[in-house]
């Protein structure tokens, strides 16, 4: 197989990808840390082609691209500062700017964008987050990170809680962990923000078992992973349907005295209000060290895509 768009997750058929991708990223860190790192990216050029804001995934794409010896030519809030404004489609940017770029990595507010931008694109498409849909490479740091923090993939019990609704890491991630054996889920959020149906539907397809609870509390002491999100503000139509819904989980210090001791929190990050800056201390805060992750799977990414190899 030959790794060139990453649109979805579905696209990983077994776990042997994921294993080369995470050895590969293995590699990256430790190199890294000794500062021994070959200039594999050379005369390569990333564009960075962001329509929503990010922190994390932008900046660790653009570091991890100037590690490996490449270029970066990057635009935030594309549709401002791009001809966007001036009404060009987002096929149109695609098909120009792929006439400049290696790889583009495209973050885009509409589900479904990466896919039509990879079908014009004459390079590599990585979705960085479409709208509500998905963020494929979020679930590989995120499953690396937790095969690093607990050293294994299998016989897991995970917690989902937030907005399961609109958040895209999630729908990413809980189709890359269907691949492992004996996982259990506990999708934990408040009615109006469950799992879509057709992921539920992949569950059941796989034969995931899985359990919708609304309290949290429930699940604390019952989990190897519990992986909060922000409720997404951005995609509510009114500021009063999100205020009602955005303090419905929190996780602080009383949350921490019930959480199983061997247990890992993550989060996809930005937090809001969903853990209190006070549970950073705690050893199984793992949230940080998962975005630092991110770096080291980006580099493994752009390498093994930009070099075209058979995998
Ligand atoms: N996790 C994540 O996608 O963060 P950013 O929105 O900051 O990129």
Known sequence: MILRHIISTKQFLDTSLLDKI???????????????????????????????????????????????????ITTESAGHFSSAIKGESLTDSIKIISGYADVIVLRHPTKGSAKIAADVSEVPVINAGDGTGEHPTQALLDIYTIEKELGRLENLNIALVGDLLNGRTIHSLLILLSLYKKIKFYLVAPKKLQLPKEYKEHLKKKKITFEEVEDVQQVLDKVDVLYMTRVQKERFKTEHEYNQLKSFYVIDKAALKKLNKKAIIMHPLPRVIEITPEVDKDKRAAYFRQAKNGLYIRMALLKMIIDGLKH
């Not at 929503?52 to 660790?60: L, Q």
Request: proline residues 4%.
């Open 22 to 72: 995470f050895r590969l990223a293995d590699k990256m860190e430790s190199r890294e840390k000794a500062n021994t790192l070959p200039n594999y990216l050379r005369n390569k050029i990333m564009v960075a082609v962001f329509y929503e804001p990010s922190t994390r995934t932008r900046f660790s794409f653009e570091a991890a691209m100037y590690k490996l010896g490449g270029e970066v």
